[in-house]
């Protein structure tokens, strides 16, 4: 559990399925590199556009700063050698805005501390990626800040993407998902959509592929979707 320390937008909303569990909602397992600690990242960043500027060439920090080392350090310690995701979290992500696919989670099968630290790296990276920086600037956000969760894997059936609130028909609440690992965010493999009208209670559409699916998968999809409207009526998007 994440106790008093800021594990960003994905910290608050496993905090809150830990203290919801009486719902039905199994967490694995999970702690993380508090948000203060991107400020080390950044003044990193900084840096590294001075050096690029001065060198004439990309310059890329490839080192943590000593302070997040520990940190990885303690958490691969803890973790051991289970499969862990090491998950962005920054301060604005799974709040008013989605970030799906901004900034980079990452899964870690065979947990080292060479692998994690690579691992953080990469979604630390990630926040100043031209990618999060134009999203952020089509949405109007200055900057943001990261933590980084580490959380036990758990090899899933299906994974995707819910939005309780559709950005293009904010009536409806639509998951996008894949069989395996998660495939929506890369933008590959086999898809499905389905979307619920929260107001009729119904779903208001599937996308063809969906009829592959079994009638069991269906029924699992209609009580998500009554849970997720019941739950997470305010929140724009969960994973």
Not at 166 to 182: A, C, K, Q
Request: charge should be positive; proline fraction near 3%.
């Amino acid at each position: 559990m994440t106790e008093q320390r800021n594990l960003g937008g994905k910290g608050k909303g496993l905090d809150w399925l830990v203290k919801n569990q009486k719902l039905g909602y199994k967490v694995p397992r999970f702690d993380g590199i508090d948000i203060s600690f991107s400020q080390d990242i950044q003044k990193q960043a900084e840096i590294a556009k001075i050096a690029s500027v001065l060198s004439g060439k990309p310059y890329v920090a490839e080192i943590l700063p000593e302070q997040i080392a520990k940190k990885v350090k303690s958490l691969t310690a803890r973790f051991g050698k289970q499969a862990v995701a090491i998950r962005s979290s920054s301060s604005h992500e799974d709040g008013n805005h989605s970030f799906a696919g901004v900034y980079d989670s990452e899964i870690v099968d065979a947990p080292s501390l060479e692998s994690n630290r690579e691992a953080v790296m990469k979604v630390y990276q990630s926040l100043n990626s031209p990618r999060a920086i134009k999203y952020r600037a089509e949405k109007g956000i200055k900057d943001d800040e990261m933590a980084v969760i580490f959380q036990r894997f758990v090899e899933p059936d299906f994974s995707g993407v819910v939005f309780t609130s559709n950005p293009s028909y904010p009536r409806d609440l639509t998951i996008e998902f894949s069989e395996g690992r998660n495939k929506v965010v890369e933008g590959t493999g086999r898809t499905y959509i389905v979307e619920f009208d929260k107001k009729r209670g119904r779903i208001s559409f599937k996308s063809e592929s969906c009829d592959s699916l079994g009638v069991d998968v269906m029924v699992l999809l209609d009580k998500l979707f009554r849970e997720a409207t019941k739950d997470f009526y305010s929140r724009s998007e969960a994973q």
